[in-house]
């Protein structure tokens, strides 16, 4: 699944994510240390997946989206 990255705090390793039709979806700092990133700025296209139903659906894991 691909989304767009929508906030990041550096400090928490923790933001949110907006899939394609706006949904935003939050991920903590295990999915983003999953994804061997070290930084993620708003805007960035990213390849995610996904846990959870409902509510509790959150990113398990993130990386950059290539081309």
Not at 42 to 56: A, M, T, W, Y
Request: glycine share 10%; aromatic share 8%; hydrophobic share 40%.
């Amino acid at each position: 699944m691909q989304a767009t990255a929508f906030t990041f705090d550096p400090e928490t390793r923790a933001g949110s994510v907006l899939l394609d039709d706006g949904t935003p979806l939050e991920f903590d700092a295990a999915a983003f240390d999953a994804g061997g990133l070290r930084l993620l700025r708003p805007g960035q296209r990213l390849r995610i997946e996904v846990s959870g139903e409902g509510d509790r659906r959150r990113v398990s894991f993130l990386t950059l989206q290539t081309f």
